[in-house]
């Protein structure tokens, strides 16, 4: 409902500020369910000062620490985030886009995130097809779109 959305943008402003400092990043990376509900809420196409708030906390986060980067893959965020550079606002491209780029830094000789285009093999062709499995309608077809370009 529209109080509900109220409500939770009001939420994600304060976490904003939180997320600004180290102690506050780390308390929310730390929430075990933090990350993926800030990646569902990248989700909700109906609120787009939510997402743009979202973002920010997770852009954020991404920029500052590999453990939630990892967080943040395990999430579900790339399909999330290749979503939003087609169809967000200019700022939720924006950082929809460095927060991809954050998720394939190479951390001490070690990539953080597989490559977002490539090849794939036997086993990740099966963690595919889960995953277009839980998939709505749209966001497959956003999938097929980028996969296309």
């Given at each position: 409902?529209?109080?509900?959305?109220?409500?939770?943008?009001?939420?994600?402003?304060i976490?904003?500020?939180?997320?600004?400092?180290?102690?506050?990043?780390?308390?929310?990376?730390?929430?075990?369910?933090?990350?993926?509900?800030?990646?569902?809420?990248?989700?909700?196409?109906?609120?787009?000062?939510?997402?743009?708030k979202?973002?920010?906390?997770?852009?954020?986060?991404?920029?500052?620490?590999?453990?939630?980067?990892?967080?943040?893959?395990?999430?579900?965020?790339?399909?999330?985030?290749?979503e939003?550079?087609?169809?967000?606002?200019?700022?939720?491209?924006?950082?929809?886009?460095?927060?991809?780029?954050?998720?394939?830094?190479?951390?001490?000789?070690?990539?953080?995130?597989?490559?977002?285009?490539?090849?794939?093999?036997?086993?990740?062709?099966?963690?595919?097809?889960?995953?277009?499995?839980?998939?709505?309608?749209?966001?497959?077809?956003?999938?097929?779109?980028?996969?296309?370009?």
């Open positions: 409902t529209l109080g509900d959305m109220e409500v939770s943008e009001r939420i994600l402003a976490l904003t500020n939180i997320v600004s400092v180290s102690q506050g990043r780390n308390a929310i990376g730390a929430a075990l369910e933090s990350i993926p509900i800030l990646v569902d809420v990248l989700n909700w196409s109906d609120s787009q000062k939510c997402q743009e979202a973002i920010y906390i997770l852009m954020l986060m991404a920029h500052k620490g590999c453990g939630d980067r990892k967080a943040m893959i395990e999430a579900g965020i790339e399909s999330s985030l290749l939003l550079t087609l169809v967000g606002s200019a700022l939720v491209q924006k950082r929809a886009s460095r927060i991809l780029e954050c998720l394939r830094v190479v951390d001490k000789g070690k990539q953080v995130s597989a490559p977002i285009y490539g090849t794939s093999s036997s086993s990740s062709s099966l963690g595919r097809v889960k995953d277009e499995i839980r998939m709505s309608d749209e966001r497959r077809a956003v999938k097929q779109l980028v996969e296309q370009s």
